[in-house]
């Protein structure tokens, strides 16, 4: 049974899903600038603010994208340095950093968000409330966070079961 969840919460996509949906979008809103700018001589007015806040979503869920894989920046020096056995605890201290930044910046982030929404703050071409660019750092920070829980999990499980 604990293989089947974490296949289940492994293989679960919404990362690459939302990423590629956003690139996408975001790929035929700046070809529409293009043809709009260079063959109608005729700019859109909500293109550039439009790809900005994709691209702002963009940067969130690729960094829980990253943790998931196990490839995010990271300082490796000490970890290649110790010995083989040892070198796991490297990868959970990093993953364990990773989810103390979640947590903090998690709740700073919901409340910065609460705060925007309430104020009905709207952005300056598309008019779209700015709760919503602002709601990509939470959405990002809990999957991170969510990723980081997940990979301290297998760390732990294969260490354990490889009995230390």
């Known amino acids: 049974m604990g293989k089947r969840i974490k296949e289940a919460l492994h293989g679960y996509e919404i990362e690459e899903i939302l990423l590629s949906f956003f690139l996408f979008v975001m790929l035929i809103i700046c070809t529409l600038q293009v043809f709009y700018r260079y063959v109608l001589e005729n700019s859109l007015s909500w293109s550039e603010e ?93 999957l991170l966070g969510f990723r980081s829980v997940q990979n301290i999990w297998y760390i732990l499980r294969e260490h354990l079961h490889k009995g230390g």
């Open 50 to 142: 439009c790809a900005r806040y994709i691209f702002v979503w963009i940067v969130w869920i690729a960094a829980a994208y990253a943790t998931k894989r196990m490839r995010h920046l990271r300082i490796t020096f000490l970890k290649e340095v110790a010995p083989a056995d040892k070198q796991w605890i490297f990868d959970l201290f990093s993953l364990v950093m990773m989810l103390v930044f979640s947590v903090i910046f998690g709740f700073s982030s919901v409340q910065v968000t609460i705060r925007v929404a309430e104020t009905g703050q709207l952005s300056p071409a598309m008019l779209l409330p700015m709760w919503i660019p602002y709601l990509s750092v939470p959405v990002g920070v809990i």
